[in-house]
Antibody, heavy 119, light 107 residues
Framework: QVQLKESGPGLVQPSQTLSLTCTVA????????VHWVRQPPGKGLEWMGV???????RYNSALKSRLSISKDTSKSQVFLKMNSLQTEDTATYYC?????????????WGQGASVTVSS | DIQMTQSPASLSASLEEIVTITCQAS??????LAWYQQKPGKSPQLLIY???SLADGVPSRFSGSRSGTQYSLKISRLQVEDIGIYYC?????????FGGGTKLELK
């Protein structure tokens, strides 16, 4: 059964760094790409970036200077790090698997990790 | 970035009614269009990809179509479990972008 689960701190102080982990099961990170998508409270979805099965990455240019995505294939974990957090980064952060196609189609999502940026 | 404009922003419909949600792309995206459903308090779930292909386990009352750069999601007979917010997403270019969402409620 395909599963993704995000974990990390629920509260981050302004200007600090957010670190989230996405632990996957039921598939291999050597075969599938994994995305990060976020959703501010009551708002829509924003694609943040992707780590490909090969280990390469691509980021949303709006976040590129602050964002880093990496993975540990042996542990089935994908990591997100974003620095210089501000209140507008308050959101639910999702990791999502890409369908086994070339197109960006996210066929399995984690439950989401709620992150509040506040002092 | 490609802009995806969804309409309506909200919609109230009765059980068994036909519901149509549209998504307008700011430029040609071919058939690189997906639809997601997000139920209250839950994560998004893939409904349709490649404009018309149903994701695994999605009921056949859902369908997708395209006319030029306008894309439509149709629910043929609305059920209670279909209530939620629907998002389109273009997969033609990076960054993939989402529509603003359509909130579907029961009348």
């Amino acid at each position: 059964q395909v599963q993704l689960k995000e974990s990390g701190p629920g509260l981050v102080q302004p200007s600090q760094t957010l670190s989230l982990t996405c632990t996957v099961a039921g598939f291999s990170l050597t075969s599938y790409n994994v995305h990060w998508v976020r959703q501010p409270p009551g708002k829509g979805l924003e694609w943040m970036g992707v780590i490909w099965n090969t280990g390469g990455t691509r980021y949303n240019s709006a976040l590129k200077s602050r964002l880093s995505i990496s993975k540990d294939t042996s542990k089935s974990q994908v990591f997100l790090k974003m620095n210089s957090l501000q209140t507008e980064d308050t959101a639910t952060y999702y990791c999502a698997r890409n369908l086994n196609t070339l197109a960006v189609v996210m066929d399995a999502w984690g439950q989401g990790a709620s992150v509040t940026v506040s002092s | 970035d490609i802009q995806m404009t969804q309409s309506p922003a909200s919609l109230s419909a009765s059980l068994e009614e036909i519901v149509t949600i549209t998504c307008q792309a700011s430029q040609n995206i071919g058939n690189w269009l997906a639809w997601y459903q997000q139920k209250p308090g839950k994560s998004p779930q893939l409904l349709i990809y490649g404009t018309t292909s149903l994701a695994d386990g999605v009921p056949s009352r859902f369908s997708g179509s395209r006319s030029g750069t306008q894309y439509s999601l149709k629910i043929s007979r609305l059920q209670v479990e279909d209530i939620g917010i629907y998002y389109c997403q273009q997969a033609s270019s990076t960054p993939p972008t989402f529509g603003g969402g359509t909130k579907l409620e029961l009348k």
